[in-house]
């Protein structure tokens, strides 16, 4: 693969939200998550894991979880408007539930040298604070590729973990061990278009 084909799936990537039905063959869903295997990492520790869900009956447990949660808290905002703001909203945190895969990220502690170093000498290290997100959301950014490159369709999702605690349960997560994301796999109903992308001269700079 040449440079212009890597850009062209690169920005030909949408983030999907309709699916048709019919599930992928488990190669595929493999060949997916080994290109996120390959991922980066912070001293190659590879801290992610990946629960390919395939029951229906789990994702809709998830769903369920995810609606309930938005109702709990909806019925704590007093204002009509700003229920319904928030509802409006919240309403695209579930519709994953029309996948027929959802591949759960899950993130597993890390700590760099430089965070030990700085712990084991009383130094602070709150400026590290994401060195355990970083590998897991590079994995993320892999699989997304692979999937599209195969003509699948996924999407980053992070709203769901409104209800993180409960659908950690749900998917027997340990703690340290957490919850990252949630995406959706299958055959995309549609592509959406390209969204907007600012120049590339406005987020740049040389020095």
């Not at 084991?120 to 959301?137: C, E, H, I, M």
């Not at 605690?165 to 990252?180: A, F, G, T, V």
Request: aromatic share 8%; net charge positive; proline share 7%.
């Amino acid at each position: 693969m040449n440079d212009q084909e890597l850009l062209k799936v690169l920005k030909t990537r949408r983030s999907v939200r309709r699916f048709l039905p019919g599930s992928i063959p488990e190669s595929d869903i493999n060949k997916i998550i080994l290109a996120a295997s390959w991922a980066p990492s912070g001293t190659n520790h590879q801290n992610w894991h990946f629960i390919v869900i395939n029951s229906k009956a789990i994702i809709e447990a998830l769903s369920d979880t995810v609606k309930k949660t938005v109702s709990d808290y909806a019925a704590e905002i007093k204002l009509d408007s700003a229920r319904h703001g928030f509802l409006n909203y919240t309403g695209y945190f579930t519709f994953f539930r029309q996948a027929p895969h959802v591949i759960a990220v899950v993130k597993k502690p890390y700590d760099s040298i430089t965070q030990k170093l700085m712990r084991r000498y009383d130094l602070p290290d709150n400026f590290l604070t994401s060195t355990d997100v970083q590998g897991p959301a590079a994995a993320i950014q892999n699989l997304m590729l692979m999937a599209h490159a195969m003509g699948y369709g996924t999407c980053w999702m992070t709203g769901p973990l409104i209800a993180r605690e409960k659908m950690e349960s749900i998917l027997e997560i340990k703690s340290p061990d957490q919850l990252m994301a949630l995406i959706p796999l299958g055959k995309p109903e549609f592509l959406p278009p390209a969204p907007r992308r600012k120049d590339v001269e406005g987020i740049v700079e040389y020095r």
